[in-house]
């Protein structure tokens, strides 16, 4: 699986669109992005996954660059409930076990 | 739908004891993981079930850790004997299936049992 990187940690005013970066430079061309979040004392939870296209959903919507070194994971309106450690992970099926990094902690503002 | 259920949530114990926890995966799940996630750090996966078939079990401490899922459905994963180490927190995750041809595959997890070796 291809190596992620990610801000440790960020900050965001509530209401306000949270973009979440990861860089993947070595991905390779069958490898997905997959985004979780893990908000305090629970476990990951999905959130949405692409390969080259740009994706939305009603939580989010994921941005792929066109040479698919990188990606944005994008909150439109972020809320005080999405503080929440985010992962970026890249993988060429879900049908493995996920390999999780440190992820980028939110912080989201009142 | 019910999500997945771990018990206990907390566990105190002291080092060279043994302790279990149990995972019930949401219904019809065929594929159950094991993930344990110290404190500041992202889950890492100790071993994963396609029924009651083990799939992956290459980052398990084999030598203290040992899982079963012997029906297929629900699952315990034992430490014997306990080291200070392995206070974490234990995540039980589970998925439809193990699809071929790179279908996605979402994996839902449980609330965790928190573990804390003394």
């Known amino acids: 699986d291809a190596k992620t990187t990610q801000p440790t940690s960020m900050d965001c005013a509530e209401g306000r669109a949270a973009n979440l970066p990861c860089n993947h430079s070595?991905?390779?061309?069958?490898?997905?992005v997959y985004w979780y979040r893990q908000i305090h004392s629970q476990g990951p939870q999905y959130i949405i996954h692409?390969?080259?296209n740009n994706e939305t959903n009603e939580m989010a919507s994921l941005i792929i660059t066109e040479d698919r070194k990188s990606s944005t994971l994008i909150l439109p309106h972020a809320t005080l409930r999405d503080t929440a450690v985010y992962y970026c992970?890249?993988?060429?099926?879900?049908?493995?076990?996920?390999?999780f990094g440190s992820g980028t902690r939110l912080q989201v503002q009142p | 739908e019910a999500g997945v259920a771990q018990s206990p949530r907390y566990k105190i114990i002291e080092k060279r004891q043994s302790v279990a926890f149990w995972c019930n995966p949401i219904s019809g799940h065929a594929t159950l993981y094991w993930y344990q996630q110290i404190l500041g750090q992202g889950p890492k996966l100790l071993i994963q079930f396609q029924n009651n078939g083990v799939v992956d079990d290459s980052q398990l401490p084999k030598d203290r850790f040992s899982a079963e899922r012997l029906k297929g459905v629900d699952s315990t994963l034992k430490i014997q004997p306990a080291k200070l180490e392995d206070s974490a927190v234990y995540l039980c995750?589970?998925?439809?299936?193990?699809?071929?041809?790179?279908?996605?595959?979402?994996?839902?997890f449980g609330p965790g049992t928190r573990l804390t070796v003394l």
């Open positions: 692409g390969l080259k």
């Open positions: 995750a589970s998925s439809l299936r193990q699809p071929s041809g790179g279908l996605w595959n979402e994996q839902f």
């Open positions: 070595t991905i390779s061309g069958n490898e997905y």
């Open positions: 992970i890249v993988m060429d099926t879900g049908r493995r076990a996920l390999t």
